[in-house]
């Protein structure tokens, strides 16, 4: 496992209560990434609880990171600055020590949960991070955030399990994704950062074919789209009409709520990137 240069400084992209009109990019580890964050529709939230950023470590590594505020509870945009401020923190701990990349995530997580839950005010947050290293990705998480990776036909590469009681539902075969979509406790998060039982799941090392695209969204995303949905807008067309298609798509669900269709207003936040090389 290879440590964290000493020399070359890292360059860190930071979303915090974002409300964009349009996606924006940014170049790490020989790929673009389009980023897009938006607070949601409902009139009374004012304020952006997601939190984003891109850590970029050398030319062929980089950190990509979501924290999602948990909603309805007191101060989850703080818990989701304070979770990606941390692991910007550990990162750049890591260049001075260097350290291995894995080990500054994993702390990061575990720093940010200390810190939320000696807080003492019943803030939390979802955290998503992918680890890339030369064309390889690996995902770490905490919560319903989530990590979707596709072949340019459609082939499902990776997706991470959102840790609620209803994934775990559709895991086992109890019901399926059009009845966990329109599901009463859809909402509920059974691991966070910001509890004292806090699990971080490590995903296994992928890596990525030419044209593979990766998604990590807010659940602002995966409430209005259904997982096949979100595979077909991402697998293939130019990153910039991938992003604002989604964007788009999810606004108009937010906006108009079907039978068929899903519809949650809610702060919306994903980041997209393809390997070309």
Do not use: W
């Not at 915090?16 to 938006?38: K, L, N």
């Not at 692991?87 to 939320?116: M, P, T, W, Y």
């Not at 909402?187 to 966070?192: A, I, T, Y």
């Amino acid at each position: 496992m290879r440590s964290i240069s000493k020399v070359v400084p890292m360059q860190s992209h930071i979303f915090t209560d974002a409300h964009m009109d349009a996606p924006e990019f940014v170049a790490a580890a020989r790929v673009r990434v389009g980023i897009f964050s938006s607070r949601s529709p409902d009139p009374d939230h004012d304020r952006n609880e997601d939190a984003a950023a891109v850590f970029e470590i050398d030319e062929n590594r980089a950190v990509f990171a979501l924290a999602d505020g948990v909603g309805g509870v007191r101060g989850g945009d703080l818990a989701s600055s304070i979770a990606i401020e941390q692991l910007q923190l550990a990162i750049e701990s890591g260049l001075q020590d260097a350290k291995n990349l894995r080990a500054c995530i994993v702390d990061a997580f575990e720093n940010a949960n200390r810190i939320i839950t000696e807080k003492g005010i019943g803030a939390a947050t979802t955290l998503a991070v992918i680890e890339v290293d030369s064309g390889t990705v690996r995902p770490y998480h905490a919560g319903d955030t989530e990590i979707i990776a596709s072949g340019l036909r459609g082939k499902l590469k990776l997706q991470t399990l959102a840790h609620s009681p209803v994934a775990y539902a559709v895991e086992s075969g109890i019901i399926d994704e059009q009845e966990a979509m329109q599901h009463d406790d859809r909402h509920v998060v059974s691991n966070f950062v910001g509890s004292p039982d806090m699990r971080i799941e490590i995903g296994s090392s992928l890596s990525l074919a030419r044209r593979d695209t990766v998604i990590l969204a807010s659940d602002g995303l995966t409430d209005n789209l259904h997982t096949d949905e979100i595979i077909e807008m991402i697998r293939k067309g130019p990153l910039d009409a991938v992003m604002k298609r989604i964007a788009s798509e999810v606004a108009h669900r937010m906006h108009h709520s079907t039978g068929d269709h899903p519809s949650k207003p809610d702060d919306l936040t994903f980041l997209v990137f393809r390997r070309t090389e």
